[in-house]
Each structure stands twice: as structure tokens, then as C-alpha cells.
């Protein structure tokens, strides 16, 4: 067994450093030298592109940290199993960066779609694994996460199958992700009406 605070310790440090990379490729070009107000305008404009899988990149790891840390106690302990899955969990949170930089600049060609899609699908599949193999005490809230994993896989495949179609819109489908919390809390809602009615 693995004391699961210093699992927790972990986490909370690869996704600080995760969601700070993120916005490291947010940049003016190098040797970038405006003579106007204009021309920093415009070029402030251009990054509005990498803006946008900045801002859903870091609500994403947000929503994932807030799931993953909600009402677990710092000192139980874990299975070899969990630690596994908690090492891949972490492994796709460094990847973000790169996916959401791929996004940022590639987002008109669908491969950059499907590798960022790739990422969010696999985190929630390893979410959803962490909450099947999760101690005890905290079974009951795997639950409240239902919705969050529900919603990444479908918008991953959303965006997945628009990238065939019309690549630079396939992105908006990670809009959806936006619904996951809502759904968590209705889905655990039903299930808690379901409990007392039995």
C-alpha cells in the first residue's frame, strides 16, 4: 500500500506546473518590434488563436484537480493498481501543454484535433479507472465525477468526427466541457433519489 498524501503532493505539483506551461506559449514572435500602437494591437490580436485552448486547457486541468481532490482523505492508502493509473492520470496532464501548443498553432489541420482530443479522451478514461479503483471510503463519490468523464469523451469524439468535416470549427466541441460539472451534479442527484426511494 502507498500513503496517499504523497500522492496528493505530486499531483498538486505536476498540475501547477502543467496549467503554468500552458501559458508559456502564448508569445509575441521573436525579435517582434512594434512602431505603433497599431502594431501592437494587431499583433495582440494574432495570439487570439492560442488563447483559446489556453483558456479551455486550464479549465480542464482545473476540473480535474477540483475532482480529483474533493472529500478524499490525505491519509489512506492506496493499491499498487491506483498508483499506476494515478502515474498515466499525471503522464496525460504533462501532455497538455503540448496539445494545447499544437492546438494553438495547427488548429486548421485535424491532426492537432485529434491529439488533443486524444489527450482529453485518455484523462478522462484514466479518471474513470482512478474512481473504479479508488479506496473504499471514497467509492461513493465516483458518482460526482460520472458526468465530467462523460462529457471529455463526447466532446473528444465531437471534435474528432467535425475535424473530418470542417477542421477550424472542430474545436468548439471542447465547449462542451463546460456542461461536465452540471451533469456530475444532476447524474449524482438522480443517483442519491434513486437510494432513498430503494
Do not use: C
Not at 525579435?31 to 502594431?39: I, K, N, S, V, Y
Not at 479506496?135 to 465531437?158: D, Q, T
Amino acid at each position: 500500500m502507498y500513503p496517499r498524501h504523497r500522492l496528493d503532493g505530486l499531483a498538486d505539483a505536476i498540475y501547477g506546473v502543467a496549467m503554468t506551461l500552458l501559458v508559456l506559449e502564448i508569445r509575441l514572435p521573436e525579435g517582434f518590434r512594434p512602431h505603433t500602437d497599431q502594431d501592437l494591437v494587431n499583433a495582440l490580436q494574432a495570439l487570439g488563436p492560442k488563447f483559446w485552448p489556453y483558456v479551455l486547457s486550464f479549465m480542464v486541468l482545473g476540473g480535474r484537480w477540483r475532482a480529483i481532490v474533493k472529500d478524499r482523505p490525505a491519509h489512506a492508502e492506496v493499491s499498487r493498481a491506483y498508483v499506476t493509473w494515478w502515474l498515466f492520470h499525471l503522464l496525460l496532464i504533462t501532455l497538455i501543454p503540448f496539445s494545447s501548443m499544437l492546438m494553438g498553432d495547427y488548429a486548421s489541420l485535424a491532426p492537432a484535433v485529434w491529439v488533443y482530443a486524444a489527450n482529453l479522451a485518455g484523462l478522462s478514461i484514466a479518471g474513470w479507472r482512478l474512481a473504479v479503483l479508488a479506496p473504499e471510503e471514497e467509492r461513493e463519490k465516483v458518482g460526482e465525477n460520472r458526468g465530467n468523464v462523460i462529457v471529455l469523451l463526447a466532446s473528444a469524439a465531437l471534435a474528432v468526427a467535425l475535424s473530418f468535416r470542417h477542421t477550424p470549427y472542430a474545436s468548439l466541441a471542447f465547449v462542451l466541457n463546460a456542461f461536465g460539472q452540471p451533469l456530475s451534479r444532476w447524474l449524482d442527484g438522480r443517483r442519491k433519489t434513486v437510494a432513498t426511494a430503494a
